[in-house]
């Protein structure tokens, strides 16, 4: 049974920094690309960020490119977040993906396979 879980979110002042964590369990983690999504509320989840099996890819968001890095470790079975310069717009619920094709990054969230309960992630102005 493939489990996604994330976890870091919270509270934070507009310009502040947040590092979200997704532990994966249940699958061969290496083999996976792996997505950030986030949903605002009223909103469309939207691609945020990925990153390949290997680490050795990553792709961004127009809309945070310069803010977020992403990150894996592939012998914790754990992929990172890092969201710098936070800005009230940033507001939404994180979630983590895993995509099977790992030849290729994709940002349609109907190409991933299996999904986390997502993080709550709130920026004050």
């Known amino acids: 049974q493939v489990q996604l879980v994330e976890s870091g979110g919270g509270l934070v002042q507009a310009g502040g920094s947040l590092r979200l964590s997704c532990a994966a369990s249940?699958?061969?983690?290496?083999?996976?690309?792996m997505g950030w999504f986030r949903q605002a509320p009223g909103k469309e989840r939207e691609f945020v960020a990925a990153i390949s099996g290997n680490g050795a890819i990553t792709y961004f968001a127009d809309s945070v490119k310069g803010r977020f890095t992403v990150s894996r470790d592939n012998a914790k079975n754990t992929v990172f977040l890092q969201i710098n310069s936070l800005k009230p717009e940033d507001t939404a619920v994180y979630y983590c993906?895993?995509?099977?094709?790992?030849?290729?990054?994709?940002?349609?969230?109907?190409?991933?396979?299996?999904w986390g309960q997502g993080t709550q992630v709130t920026v004050s102005s």
């Open positions: 249940g699958l061969t983690f290496s083999y996976f690309v």
């Open positions: 993906a895993a995509d099977r094709a790992a030849g290729q990054i994709r940002v349609v969230p109907t190409s991933y396979d299996y």
